[in-house]
């Protein structure tokens, strides 16, 4: 069982016993969760660097924050902690140059929830984990759900790299979108992934985009005003119709929390109200099971085609599929990584 896990000690341990100056590349919020392990594991950490337009001889967590070319000058050989998230392949191939150089760790932690990916969590639910990689559609799925999984586990941003895809494959070999389908975007956010699907689509019968944060809402209005037949809500995607606490940060990671504002949640069932859909995407920012159960009869009775994002939560790379496949269990299974580090963009596609 879990023969695929081929990395048994997890970053944080190997960097606990690093005989090498440990410098952390980033500031911010991800570097803030880096230090509370650092903290947790007793990892000492040499300071910190930031890219050269950043750095403007200011101090983060008490450390003087360097450019990684002072460094050079001074260290012979140190080991580099990534905290922050490459999107883009401009600064994804800045990194893969800097890992030519230096050691390069991009520690996995959780964008919603708690606790850390390691090896004992994967003995921890070994048979659900084991049971996903088996009911995997294809070759390629089960080699980045292994290379996904090791790197949660070690950091090594070469798992990433060799089991990156184009999202354009996915729309033209998993999805196929067809002209005659309702589209719902669960997660809008300006408007971005709605005109990607359109792109892919060309045609469609209608869409249907919630985004629960007000500012990123207006942007969504703003951006698909001259789109053909698109409802728009300013929700949460939930499990049922109420209201909820939710935490708008005017971006991406904008989550449901205890301590955020009462918003209003839908669910899809309760929106479509007994209509088709032909695809769903989640990107929920760790909400996505609860969205699941809010779809389930619409998953059950109709089978659209399904787009869930896999990496907000630790649980999120076997408990989704899990919670699908006991919904509905005649749906095939695929999980792609686009071009993202850390783990981000590793998605599910059920079909």
Same mark, same amino acid.
């Given at each position: 069982m879990l023969d695929f896990i081929k990395e048994k000690v997890s970053c944080w341990e190997n960097l606990k016993h690093e005989k090498r100056p440990v410098f952390i590349y980033g500031m911010g919020d991800g570097a803030l969760k880096i230090m509370y392990v650092f903290n947790k594991y007793k990892i000492p950490v040499a300071g910190f660097f930031a890219s050269d337009e950043f750095v403007r001889g200011h101090e983060f967590c008490g450390h003087l924050v360097h450019k990684l070319s002072e460094l050079e000058e001074k260290i012979e050989d140190f080991v580099?902690?990534?905290?922050?998230?490459?999107?883009?392949?401009?600064?994804? *191939? &800045?990194? &893969?140059?800097?890992? @030519? &150089?230096?050691?390069?760790?991009?520690?996995?932690?959780?964008?919603? $929830?708690? $606790?850390? /990916?390691?090896? *004992?969590?994967?003995?921890?639910?070994?048979? *659900?984990?084991?049971?996903?990689?088996?009911?995997?559609?294809?070759?390629?799925? @089960? @080699?980045? /759900?292994?290379?996904?999984?090791? /790197?949660?586990?070690? $950091?090594?941003? *070469?798992?990433?790299d060799r089991c990156t895809s184009e999202k354009s494959s996915v729309y033209n070999d998993i999805i196929r979108p067809s002209s005659d389908e309702t589209y719902i975007d669960l997660g809008a956010y300006n408007g971005d992934t709605v005109s990607e699907f359109i792109s892919y689509a060309k045609d469609y019968k209608k869409i249907i985009a919630l985004e629960p944060d007000s500012k990123n809402f207006k942007k969504l209005v703003r951006n698909t005003e001259n789109f053909s037949n698109i409802e728009t809500h300013n929700a949460v995607a939930w499990n049922c119709d109420t209201c909820i606490p939710f935490d708008s940060r005017n971006g991406r990671q904008s989550s449901v929390k205890k301590s955020g504002v009462l918003s209003q949640a839908r669910s899809v069932d309760s929106i479509l109200d007994g209509s088709e859909a032909g695809i769903i995407k989640m990107d929920i920012e760790g909400a996505e099971y609860q969205a699941i159960k809010g779809a389930e009869n619409t998953i059950r009775r109709h089978s659209p085609k399904l787009m869930i994002s896999l990496y907000h939560r630790n649980e999120d790379m076997f408990k989704l599929p899990l919670l699908i496949h006991s919904i509905n269990p005649d749906y095939k299974f695929f999980i792609r990584h686009q071009l993202y580090i850390p783990a981000w963009e590793t998605n599910l596609y059920c079909i």
């Open positions: 580099i902690v990534l905290a922050f998230a490459a999107g883009y392949q401009s600064l994804y *191939e &800045k990194i &893969k140059n800097i890992a @030519k &150089k230096h050691t390069v760790i991009a520690p996995d932690v959780p964008v919603a $929830g708690d $606790g850390l /990916f390691t090896y *004992e969590y994967c003995l921890e639910n070994a048979a *659900e984990i084991q049971q996903v990689y088996d009911m995997l559609a294809d070759d390629d799925s @089960k @080699k980045v /759900f292994a290379d996904v999984m090791n /790197f949660k586990i070690s $950091g090594k941003i *070469e798992y990433l």
